[in-house]
């Protein structure tokens, strides 16, 4: 079998998800990574029995045998990457945030749309069973054209050490407004937005943002960094979904396995990305293993859109601005 080679820019702890997520799947070849910190590169390089590694991402891109190319850089990284990539002829998925700027969002399209290659952003959501789930329903009636959105997630405290690196709308909501903007089937017309900050750190530990898309729909979107580490619960988000025929809802805390112990507590990730029985397993697996199979079937990846991601940089932006304001953001209103 002719195998999907693809490479890793940034081997960071996602970056390092990837690499295991594509070395699970028997029709995919990780034929370079790549890290700026040699050290780190080295390290996982002969971990993972990686032969070709890189401390420059031009040595990466350059190979003529990678088509698509994972950028898992920081946050505020993306865009030179992903346009070098995508010049050099590689298909890309690039990590969420896609970028933290508008401008970047567009130009990162444009790039794409002039080299003809694919752009996938890393809205991972779109292959969780419980996202999809909610998205069937929608589509198929059982719950309808969707009038009100409730979304929330809550990661824990010490997490915000490191990810207070970038806006908490772009860091965690933005996953659920990639669900909201997919739900609605529709554009956000106007944004209200709260944050709040316990720690006096330059971003909200705890944002709050009202929606009214085009359409009528309503959504509540409620990030938080807040969940007391000795809790011992890794992923604590809701949803509920009211539909014009039903509603559809989910917590998944009290509905994930719970190991009670000597050490306390612990509900464990079991969706996103976890080792089970020895294998690797959950929504970032689906998602590569996915983009690779149309690949290899030269399939569009319809499933994901660049233009809603645009339009998620979009809101985020209005989020931010409506949080420091204090007032409606009107999205017309904002330069794109
Ligand atoms: N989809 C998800 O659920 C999910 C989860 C976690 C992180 N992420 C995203 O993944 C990205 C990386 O996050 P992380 O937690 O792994 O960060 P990290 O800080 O652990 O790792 C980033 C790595 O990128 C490397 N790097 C930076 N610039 C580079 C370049 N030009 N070429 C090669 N390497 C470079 C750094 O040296 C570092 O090792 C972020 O955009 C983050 O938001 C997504």
């Known amino acids: 079998m002719n195998k999907v080679k693809v490479g890793i820019l940034g081997l960071g702890s996602w970056g390092e998800c990837h690499l295991q997520a594509y070395q699970s799947l028997p029709h995919v070849e990780v034929a370079a990574i ?38 898992v850089t920081f946050e505020k990284e993306h865009l030179k990457s992903t ?12 990590e969420k945030p896609v970028t933290t700027d508008l401008r970047e969002a567009v130009a990162m399209r444009e790039t794409a749309e002039r080299t003809g290659r694919w752009l996938i952003p890393g809205h991972l959501l779109r292959f969780e069973p419980k996202s999809i789930e909610v998205y069937e329903a929608i589509r198929d009636g059982r719950i309808g054209r969707p009038v009100s959105m409730y979304l929330r997630r809550s990661r824990q405290q010490s997490l915000f050490a490191t990810y207070q690196r970038t806006h908490t709308v772009y860091e965690l909501m933005i996953h ?70 039903g ?8 509905a994930g396995v719970q190991i ?13 990305h976890n080792r089970l029985g020895g294998r690797i397993a959950g929504a970032l697996r689906e998602q590569l293993n996915f ?10 990846p319809v499933h994901t859109s660049f ?20 007032r409606d953001i009107r999205i017309e209103d904002l330069d794109v």
């Open 34 to 71: 790549c890290d700026i910190n040699a050290e780190r590169v080295r390290t996982i390089a002969a971990q993972y029995g990686i032969a070709d590694y890189y401390t420059n991402e031009d040595d990466l891109i350059g190979r003529a045998d990678i088509e698509l190319v994972s950028v």
């Open 83 to 94: 346009v070098k990539a995508l010049e050099g002829g590689k298909h890309v998925l690039v």
């Open 176 to 245: 659920d407004l990639d669900l909201a903007i997919w739900y609605a089937g529709s554009r956000v017309r106007n944004v209200r937005a709260y944050g709040r900050s316990v720690s006096g750190a330059d971003v909200p530990e705890i944002l709050w943002a009202n929606l009214e898309f085009a359409n009528g729909t309503l959504a509540v979107l409620q990030s938080n960094w807040m969940t007391p580490d000795e809790a011992g619960i890794e992923i604590h988000d809701a949803a509920e979904i009211i539909g014009v025929n």
């Open 247 to 254: 509603m559809a809802r989910f917590e998944t805390e009290p």
């Open 260 to 272: 009670l112990n000597r050490q306390g507590r612990r509900t464990t990730d079991l969706s996103v």
């Open 291 to 300: 983009i690779t199979q149309c690949l290899m079937h030269r399939q569009e």
């Open 307 to 326: 233009a809603d991601a645009v339009h998620g940089v979009q809101v985020a932006d209005a989020i931010i601005k409506s949080a420091k304001l204090n």
